[in-house]
């Protein structure tokens, strides 16, 4: 299946070509039209791709920390209203 080529994660893939390949591999992989070797291909797949966008935010949760200057951020508990000075 060529659809399940253009879901492998490529090095020059940015966050966003990561993601919208991740949605796309999940997708798939509920409609449960795929063979058994297809689902393991592509659930292996998007474990990767899983792996390498949650590493990018992992990234970028320490550049804000280090932005902060050290100060412990819960980005759960970030409302909007503290950005916009109110």
């Given at each position: 299946?060529?659809?399940?080529?253009?879901?492998?994660?490529?090095?020059?893939?940015?966050?966003?070509?990561?993601?919208?390949?991740?949605?796309?591999t999940?997708?798939?992989?509920?409609?449960?039209?795929?063979?058994?070797?297809?689902?393991?291909?592509?659930?292996e797949?998007?474990?990767?791709?899983?792996?390498?966008?949650?590493?990018?935010?992992?990234?970028?949760?320490?550049?804000?920390?280090?932005?902060?200057?050290?100060?412990?951020?819960?980005?759960?508990?970030?409302?909007?209203?503290?950005?916009?000075?109110?």
């Amino acid at each position: 299946m060529s659809t399940l080529q253009n879901l492998k994660l490529k090095k020059s893939d940015s966050f966003e070509d990561a993601i919208r390949k991740l949605e796309e591999t999940v997708s798939l992989l509920d409609e449960g039209k795929l063979t058994l070797d297809e689902t393991l291909s592509l659930y292996e797949e998007g474990i990767k791709l899983y792996r390498y966008c949650n590493n990018i935010l992992d990234k970028a949760e320490q550049k804000i920390n280090i932005m902060m200057d050290g100060e412990e951020v819960s980005f759960s508990s970030f409302d909007l209203d503290d950005f916009r000075g109110e």
